[in-house]
């Protein structure tokens, strides 16, 4: 209990997108390049299944996907509380000005806010289009290690001896950094991976880093702790990651000791240590 308590004493928040104020179903953003921009949050909560929606505001009068300027989706474990979300989509005139992370804040805090127990798996992290010799989706890999999340538990084997059939270059593009495509010979068959800057949490912008290929051995571990993304493979939230996960999620310390039980709770649901 005095640990509990110490806990919420000691809460100080971190960012996650632009800050913003949710009133009622509005979403007025209060920072970054969107600052002053309003829109509909639009949320449908079921035992199985959640979808979250950012529209314009005011939204259509009848519900228009072309309208939709972020999405996700949630399928939902009522049993265990796990929620697994897929890929979040953002409209291609509002990327890169944070509504991915606002997204992913204002979805888990509504999940959470439920209570009980909970747990988070990102669902085929920044998969491979087989139409693009690129990496893509890097912003959410970003986020999800910044919240505590990585790689799925069966990682290591994936790059374990002989699963390794080929690593290519990805050259960076004018929308994507440099990276490797890795073949392998067990699903999900292709991986792709790149290294983030120690200082500043982006992705390596210089080709040469993956010139010096690093070993299979290397990336598990690199991955592992979060200095290198993987794409196309599931993200766990860690145990080790609650606090930081929550000081992302979190308004007022009694809302942190409300998530940090809800998470706790959920761990031990699924045997996590």
């Known amino acids: 209990m005095l640990t509990f308590l110490h806990r919420k004493a000691d809460f100080a928040p971190l960012p996650l997108g632009p800050s913003a104020v949710l009133s009622g179903d509005r979403l007025e953003v209060t920072s970054g390049p969107l600052s002053g921009t309003t829109f509909s949050l639009s949320s449908a909560v079921e035992p199985h299944k959640a979808d979250f929606f950012l529209l314009p505001a005011p939204p259509p009068p009848t519900f228009d996907p072309s309208s939709v300027v972020a999405h996700c989706h949630f399928d939902r474990d009522a049993g265990t509380g796990l929620e697994t979300i897929w890929d979040i989509v953002v409209h291609p005139d509002y990327?890169?000005?944070?509504?991915?992370?606002?997204?992913?804040?204002?979805?888990?805090?509504?999940?959470?806010?439920?209570?009980?127990?909970?747990?988070?798996?990102?669902?085929?992290?920044?998969?491979?289009?087989?139409?693009?010799?690129?990496?893509?989706?890097?912003?959410?890999?970003?986020?999800?290690?910044?919240?505590?999340?990585?790689?799925?538990?069966?990682?290591?084997?994936?790059?374990?001896?002989?699963?390794?059939?080929?690593?290519?270059?990805?050259?960076?593009?004018?929308?994507?950094?440099?990276?490797?495509?890795?073949?392998?010979?067990?699903?999900?068959?292709?991986?792709?991976?790149?290294?983030?800057?120690?200082?500043?949490?982006?992705p390596f912008a210089d080709e040469e880093h993956y010139r010096r290929f690093a070993s299979p051995a290397q990336i598990t571990r690199l991955a592992q702790n979060g200095s290198w993304l993987i794409g196309n493979i599931d993200y766990w939230l860690q145990p080790a990651g609650i606090e930081t996960l929550c000081r992302h999620l979190a308004d007022s310390a009694k809302e942190y000791g409300a998530f940090h039980s809800s998470l706790r709770s959920g761990a031990k649901r699924l045997g996590l240590k």
Request: proline share 6%.
């Open 95 to 202: 990327r890169g000005k944070g509504l991915a992370g606002l997204l992913v804040r204002t979805s888990f805090r509504t999940l959470l806010a439920a209570g009980k127990q909970h747990w988070f798996v990102m669902r085929k992290l920044m998969q491979v289009d087989s139409r693009r010799r690129e990496l893509h989706n890097i912003g959410i890999g970003i986020i999800a290690c910044r919240l505590g999340f990585r790689t799925e538990p069966d990682f290591a084997q994936m790059l374990g001896p002989g699963r390794l059939k080929s690593v290519e270059l990805l050259p960076g593009t004018g929308a994507s950094p440099p990276g490797l495509l890795l073949t392998l010979n067990r699903l999900p068959g292709v991986i792709v991976a790149c290294g983030l800057e120690p200082d500043t949490g982006r």
